[in-house]
Every structure is written in structure tokens, then in C-alpha cells.
């Protein structure tokens, strides 16, 4: 077996000692990040339909799931959503086996409707969102490739690569941090925040600003004061958390585009830009680890509702983010690691053409004293990519 395992020193100054950094999160409120939610819940949804029907996972992906925007009148006190956002759950799907038709459509329904009344409570489902499926069968040739026969190692579908890097920077964890933390701590004891949280950090020297664009729901807040109060309260809570996260200086901006004078303010009906005009697509928001890190090579592979047996664009973007993060808590002296996991169609998932890490050490660390221990944990964890599937299907691993 070769696994091609390369290991190299990385050309360039590690991330966080860069002059300029940018880094993006759309919450899980974002249009775009509405797509990539739906898309994996009706992907896990799928797989666990065929593992419980026919006791193993069938062709399938639902990658290309789109939302086109409705049209909403918010005001204080409450408004009202004038036209439907519309969701297509858009791909293919294997909807009969060995003669046994399989509710695909319904399962997809399903979880689309489960997952958007956790993720987003203020929309009325049916109403206020409506969703529809069109699943189609898959394509012969890749259907053969995907595999009927049981495999221990499935074959790749496709000669793609996937990328991932570690440590995060204190911008990224920044980042990352802000958008998790209003969505879930923050958002626990003020309603009025909706999920549509979109972050940006820009790093200069040592100096970092976070702007904040955050939907507020239009039935939590009476007036104009109380909306400048809960911009104020998220200024407050996001300039802790990330002076939590570093000693730099940070300044902290929340909707910008707001102009009071003008009555022009980012108040929404259901907490969602999707309301009003904002479309949404699987794969244009965050990457597999949650960001968008320009600094950082990515790739453009939509992770979110591709099949997790065998399609590299989910499998070697969740991977190497993975192997980056092991190898970087296991291995001391390592400033700056990324990862690239290149796939070639129709070979086994746990044999790519190359997987490549680069390297920025620590000034007194060579890149020959540690590179023996690195090729060992890219190499375990290669042997055991197979456990990446079990735990996105299980809902362990998040997409984006």
C-alpha cells in the first residue's frame, strides 16, 4: 500500500505573523449557511434511510440545494413575512433497491423541516419558508464507481483534493468563537438577536476589528432605543469574548450599514436575510472547519450534502482539517501546519495520489526532528478515514 505521504517546510511566514489578516463566518442563519445546514441534514437523514432500509449507505448527494429570497415588512413590535422564502433541495438520489421503492422525497422533507425549526425558530414552516425536492437518480457511471458491493475502503468518485490547516490564529478562533457563542450563549437570554450572525476580522499588526452584521428580530424590540441597546449589548459581549482570546488591541463594530436618521436598520421579521432579498447556495459560505480564510489555501468543493462514503470534496476536506489538528496537538514545535489530501478516481479513499503537509516550525525546531512522527499520524489517520463517514452520519462533525 502506498499512501504517498509527503512532508515539507512551508515557504512562507506562519499565518499569525503575517501583517494582514483576513478571516469570514456566516452564521447558520446566513442564506448561504440555510443551504449548507439543509443540505447535510437531508444528507444525514438519507444515509441513515439506507443504512436502516438496506443496511448500507446508497448512491447520493444533495449538494446542490439553493434558496431564493422571499420578501418580509419588519417593524417594532412585529412584522410580517409578505412572500415566502423558497428552498429547492436540488441533487441525486438512489429511490429504489433491488426492487424496493425507498421515501427519499418524504425523508428529505423531513429533515429539512426538523432541522430549520432548531436552527431557525422564527420561521414559520410552510408559510414563512417553503420547501420543495427534486432528487434525481445518479448518473450510471458514478453510481459503478460508488459501489453496490459491500468494501471495507470505498473507491474515490472523483480526482479532487481537500484541504485543512491548524492551529487556528487568534482571528480565526476569534471569528469561529464570536458567531457560535451569540448563537448559542448570547442568543439564550436575548431573543431579539436572530441567526443570521455574519463576522469578519481583519488583522493588521496587532491590531484586530470584528464587524459584526447581526439580523435582530423585529417582535423582541418596542423601538428604536431598544434596537441601539441590543446593538450595544452584542458590541459589548463580542469585544469580551475576544479580548478573552488575545492580548492585541480589538475594536469591534456591529451593523455598520445602519443609519438611524434615515430609519435604515437591520431589523428582520424572522431573524434571516433570506426574508428580503438575500439568495443563499451550498458551498459559496464557510469551508469545512467553519471559516473562510483568504490567508489559507481552500477548497472550492461544497463539503455540505455530498455523499460521506466516498466523495472526496467531504471526506478529504473534513479529513485534512482533522489530520491538521491532531498532528498539531500531538507534535510540539509546529508554529503553522496545512494539509492536502489529493484523491484519483477509482482508487481506494485511504490511498491518494498524495498527501502533502507543510510546515512552519518554531525557530529552534527542524523540520527533520519531527517529520518522522508527522508521517506516522497522517498515515493512522489515512488507515482510518472510513471513521469519518460514521461520524458524519451520526451528526459529530460539523460541515460548516
Do not use: W
Not at 525546531?365 to 471513521?387: K, W
Request: glycine share 8%.
Amino acid at each position: 500500500m502506498s499512501r504517498n505521504i509527503q512532508v515539507s517546510r512551508l515557504d512562507r511566514r506562519a499565518v499569525e505573523d503575517q501583517e494582514v489578516e483576513i478571516v469570514e463566518r456566516k452564521g447558520i442563519g446566513h442564506p448561504d449557511s440555510i443551504c449548507d445546514g439543509l443540505a447535510e441534514s437531508v444528507s444525514r437523514a438519507l444515509s441513515q434511510l439506507y443504512l436502516d432500509r438496506v443496511g448500507k449507505v446508497l448512491h447520493y448527494n444533495t449538494d446542490e440545494t439553493q434558496l431564493v429570497a422571499g420578501r418580509a415588512a419588519p417593524a417594532f413590535g412585529g412584522g410580517e413575512v409578505v412572500e415566502p422564502i423558497y428552498v429547492l433541495i436540488v441533487g441525486r438520489a438512489t429511490k429504489e433497491y433491488e426492487g424496493r421503492q425507498l421515501p427519499v422525497d418524504s425523508t428529505a422533507l423531513a429533515a429539512a423541516r426538523e432541522y430549520l425549526g432548531e436552527a431557525l425558530p422564527e420561521l414559520e414552516y410552510g408559510t414563512d419558508i417553503v420547501v420543495d425536492v427534486r432528487l434525481g437518480e445518479g448518473s450510471g457511471d458514478l453510481q459503478d464507481v460508488f459501489g453496490e458491493e459491500t468494501q471495507e475502503v470505498p473507491m474515490a468518485n472523483d480526482t479532487s483534493f481537500g484541504v485543512g490547516h491548524a492551529p487556528l490564529t487568534e482571528t480565526e478562533t476569534i471569528v469561529r468563537e464570536t458567531e457560535r457563542e451569540l448563537n448559542t450563549t448570547y442568543y439564550a437570554d436575548h431573543p431579539e438577536l436572530g441567526p443570521d450572525v455574519k463576522v469578519m476580522g481583519k488583522r493588521e499588526g496587532d491590531r484586530i476589528d470584528i464587524t459584526v452584521a447581526a439580523a435582530m428580530v423585529d417582535a423582541h424590540i418596542a423601538d428604536l432605543e431598544e434596537y441601539d441597546d441590543a446593538v450595544g449589548n452584542v458590541r459589548e459581549f463580542v469585544t469580551d469574548l475576544a479580548e478573552s482570546h488575545t492580548d492585541r488591541e480589538v475594536h469591534v463594530d456591529v451593523n455598520t450599514a445602519d443609519d438611524y436618521d434615515e430609519g435604515s436598520i437591520y431589523l428582520t421579521v424572522t431573524g434571516t436575510s433570506a426574508e428580503q432579498g438575500d439568495d443563499g447556495s451550498v458551498g459559496r459560505g464557510n469551508r469545512a472547519n467553519g471559516l473562510i480564510t483568504p490567508n489559507r489555501p481552500m477548497s472550492m468543493e461544497a463539503t455540505s450534502g455530498k455523499n460521506p462514503v466516498n466523495h472526496i470534496g467531504k471526506i478529504y476536506n473534513l479529513l485534512s482539517t482533522h489530520v491538521a489538528e491532531t498532528v498539531t496537538d500531538e507534535v510540539d514545535g509546529i508554529r503553522d501546519l496545512q494539509v492536502r489530501l489529493l484523491s484519483q478516481i477509482g482508487r481506494p479513499i485511504d490511498e491518494p495520489h498524495v498527501a502533502d503537509a507543510q510546515i512552519v516550525t518554531e525557530d529552534d525546531v527542524e523540520l527533520s526532528a519531527i517529520e518522522e512522527e508527522v508521517v506516522a499520524i497522517v498515515d493512522d489517520e489515512l488507515a482510518d478515514v472510513t471513521g469519518v463517514t460514521r461520524r458524519v452520519i451520526d451528526g459529530d462533525v460539523s460541515t460548516f
